[in-house]
Structure formats: C-alpha cells, structure tokens
C-alpha cells in the first residue's frame, strides 16, 4: 500500500490537479530484514484520535465517509487504468478465514448468548434462542459477504475502517476538517459497503447511526459520485439502489462485528473485555469476558441492532 498504491495515487491527484489534502501518512522507510515500517509521526502533525468509548459524531462520521468515497473512487480509477487488481490483494481473513471467523466473532457471540441467558432477563430468552447458531453455518453466512458478482461496483477497500485507525486534524473551533487512515493491513476487494458498514456500525454513536442510517448513505454515495467524476472514471458509476443492495449483503458482517466487540471496545475502564492471545491459543474457547454484556446501560446501546439482526438474518 504505501510504496505502491498511494505512490500511483499521489500521480492521480497530481493528474486531475486535487490539491486536498493526501488520506495516508507519509512513508519514510521499509527494513525488509527487520520487517520495520517506518512512518511519519502524525500526532507530531497535529492529527489525533476520537474517543472510541463515546464514539463519533455526525461532523466526524460525515467527514469520514466523505473521504472514504475519496479513497474508493482513487482506488477505482487506479484499477481501470491498470495499475492495481483484486489480484494484487487477499480476500479478508474475518470474513473468508474459518479460524479467526470462529475464534474472533462466532466466540463473541456465544458469549452475548449466554450473558443474555444468565443476566439480561426473560424478555430477551428469543433473541437468545435465535442466536443459537451452528459455527458451520455462522461462517457460511459471513463468507458470503466477502461473494460479489462481476456486475457489482466493486474496488479496494480499508478494511478495517473504525475509529482507532482513522485520525483526525482539527481547526482552531476544534471542528475535524482533515483526517488520516491508518493500518492498512486488510486492505481488499469487495462492494465499498464493507468499510461503510465496518465504519458506521463500529465507529459512530449508535443512537445517531440508527437515526440517520439512510442520510449517511446518501451523503457518501454522493461523495462517491462526485469524486469518481474529479478522477476522470469512465466506467459504470453505481446507482443508489444498487448500494443499498449491496448493504444488505455485507451487513450481516457489520452487526455481527457490532454486537461482539462494539461492547468491549467501548467498554468504561477497568471491564474486562478480552484476552486477544487467550482467545488465539483456545481456539475462541476461552478469552471473552461477559463482563462487558453486562454494564449499565448496554441493552440501550446494542439491544435495538440485536433484536434487528436476529429477526432479520436468525429468525428461522
């Protein structure tokens, strides 16, 4: 991504004469023997993080999907000009790997299951039951996000695009006007759904995305659209129809990832969450605290989405 991608899409820029400022860091130097990186010191330039435990509000999440389209539509002209293909990028391991889709989310969700049965009361004993899934079947379901058909609008994607790997520039009011993304290492091929469903689902305030969920779509879409015409794309643009189509079929993705770790990556300090290492040596078996299914507070954050996504994707 950085000696390669964002060269050519620094050339883009250049091309078409966008003067914005660049959506990465700068790249200083690789060590091949020593498997170091070494990248400019953002917070040295002024860029910082949001609260992930407060989660993002309309003028980041609209800042960051505005530049999300950006990144995209760069990412899309790149490849019908050659210079990048699905080939030159892996498939995303949490969706397509059957270990680290069972260790890292079918384990979240046995785990809400049983907090669920033991604490959160008899009102929630069928969303429970239905959460109740085969892994056989789990993983099948979330691999199918990662399936898109040749007439789909696809390009590369973050991949993992949430609040910690995005930071954020602000004015002197202290209004965001500039950001970065950073930790490319899933970036992939799929329907730029997936990091809008991964960035709203696991980056803004819940309340606000459930809110304006069709009005964050519009506003990236027309982003999309806007920036694909800057870059000179020549292909088919998406429709929005077709972006809502496509929603649907990576969303079960996006509520999932929502409904097992938003809880620990949100959770007030001192809660136990998890044991990533301990998670990885048991095969998910162990490492998942229920602790954070059980705060003050938590049914309010998660339990709409959760009764949405069992009725939707588990009611049979």
């Known amino acids: 991504m950085y000696s390669s991608v964002f060269r050519e899409m620094e050339y883009l820029m250049e091309d078409v004469g966008d003067f914005e400022e660049p959506l990465w860091c700068k790249f200083i130097h690789y060590d091949s023997h020593s498997a170091s990186l070494v990248l400019e010191d953002l917070k040295v330039a002024g860029f910082g993080l949001a609260s992930r435990q407060v989660g993002i509000d309309m003028e980041h999440g609209q800042l960051a999907l505005r530049s999300l389209a950006r990144f995209h539509a760069m990412g899309k002209v790149l490849d019908e000009r050659g210079l990048i293909s699905k080939d030159d990028f892996h498939s995303h391991p949490l969706m397509t790997n059957s270990r680290y889709v069972e260790t890292l ?3 979240g969700l046995k785990s809400l299951r049983e907090a669920i049965v033991e604490h959160w009361g ?12 085969p892994v056989d079947v789990f993983y099948e379901k979330v691999k199918s996000c990662s399936m ?10 973050h991949g993992d695009c949430w609040t910690n790997n995005i930071m954020f520039k602000y004015n002197w009011e202290g209004k965001p006007h500039s950001l970065r993304f950073v930790d490319f290492q899933f970036a992939n091929y799929n329907t730029p759904c997936a990091d809008i469903s991964n960035f709203i689902y696991m980056s803004l305030q819940p309340k606000l995305r459930r809110k304006n969920y069709k009005l964050l779509l519009e506003y990236y879409f027309e982003a999309l659209i806007k ?13 929005f129809e077709g972006l809502e189509k496509a929603m649907d079929r990576v969303l079960f993705f996006g509520i ?25 040596r048991t095969s998910g078996k162990e490492g998942f605290h229920k602790g954070m299914f059980l705060e003050d507070g938590i049914t309010e954050k998660i339990g709409d989405d959760l009764i949405d996504f069992v009725e939707k994707y588990l009611s049979s």
């Open 105 to 107: 989310s079918y384990s």
């Open 122 to 133: 008899p009102e929630w004993k069928s969303v429970a039951s239905k959460l109740d899934i």
């Open 148 to 157: 898109y058909t040749e007439e789909e609008f696809v390009c590369l994607n």
């Open 227 to 239: 920036y694909l015409d800057i870059y000179g794309y020549k292909g088919p643009k998406p429709t």
């Open 256 to 280: 999932c990832l929502f409904v097992c770790w938003y809880p620990a990556l949100t959770a007030k300090a001192g809660t136990d969450t998890f044991d990533l290492d301990t998670l990885l």
